[in-house]
């Protein structure tokens, strides 16, 4: 089974401008989370998705959005783009409540946004 | 509040044992889960506790104590692979993937 994939792996933005980060989840999965991880630190919980709809947001400001497709895979879009905003961001999915393993999180190898 | 806590370094001679502690505050509790990371690597889970008590996996285990908030890591027979971070993170709810995250304990290996 493959895993969770993320695209791009490295990105540089400038202040201001938007980004969008891609995330395939893992096969059987129907859950898509995202966090922002930055340097020197653990992961923070940014939003989750499920069958296509935000299902749960951490302490993420509104320029923070995304989206869930059909078939599972998300996108991360960043508005506005500031300094503070470089970090690596990495994707999870998991089964679902209610079903086998809906406990465990794969991630995705993240996406590492530089913001100068 | 929510906060999570365990050390940011250690280090340890290969073949020996180093037990990672971590220590939680939070809101709600649904199980504490242990993940390895690489440098530039993507977590990869080692352990779920949700119960007290003592998981073992191989070379791994993990204990927990939801009276004391507490929870350790336990890496055996270490081995220079072994070198990484090691984050500890709580689910507070049953129904969401959210979970809270310390900041990871980077352990060193050396020969």
């Known amino acids: 089974e493959t895993g969770v994939t993320q695209s791009p792996t490295h990105l540089i933005k400038t202040r201001g401008q938007q980004v969008t980060l891609r995330c395939s989840s893992q096969?059987?999965?129907?859950?898509v989370s995202w966090y922002q991880q930055a340097l020197g630190q653990g992961p923070q919980f940014i939003f989750q998705?499920?069958?296509?709809?935000?299902?749960g947001r951490g302490n993420f400001p509104p320029r923070f959005s995304g989206l869930q497709f059909p078939n599972y895979s998300s996108e991360l879009n960043v508005n506005a783009l500031e300094l503070d905003d470089s970090a690596l961001y990495l994707c999870a999915s998991s089964p679902g409540q209610g079903r086998v393993g809906a406990n465990v999180l794969t991630f995705g190898a993240g996406s590492r946004l530089t913001v100068l | 509040g929510q906060n999570i806590d365990q050390p940011t370094e250690m280090t340890a001679t290969e073949g020996a044992i180093v037990q990672i502690n971590c220590t939680y505050q939070?809101?709600?509790?649904?199980?504490l889960f242990w993940y390895q990371q690489h440098a530039g690597e993507a977590p990869t889970f080692l352990s779920y506790?949700?119960?007290?008590g003592l998981e073992e996996k191989g070379r791994f285990s993990s204990f927990l104590s939801r009276s004391k908030g507490y929870s350790y890591l336990l890496l055996k027979e270490l081995q220079m692979k072994d070198s990484a971070s090691y984050l500890c993170?709580?689910?507070?709810?049953?129904?969401?993937?959210?979970?809270?995250f310390g900041t990871g304990t980077r352990l060193q290996v050396f020969p």
């Open positions: 993170a709580v689910r507070e709810s049953y129904n969401t993937d959210k979970l809270i």
């Open positions: 506790n949700v119960l007290d």
């Open positions: 939070t809101s709600g509790f649904n199980g």
């Open positions: 096969s059987g999965h129907n859950t």
């Open positions: 998705y499920y069958r296509e709809e935000e299902n």
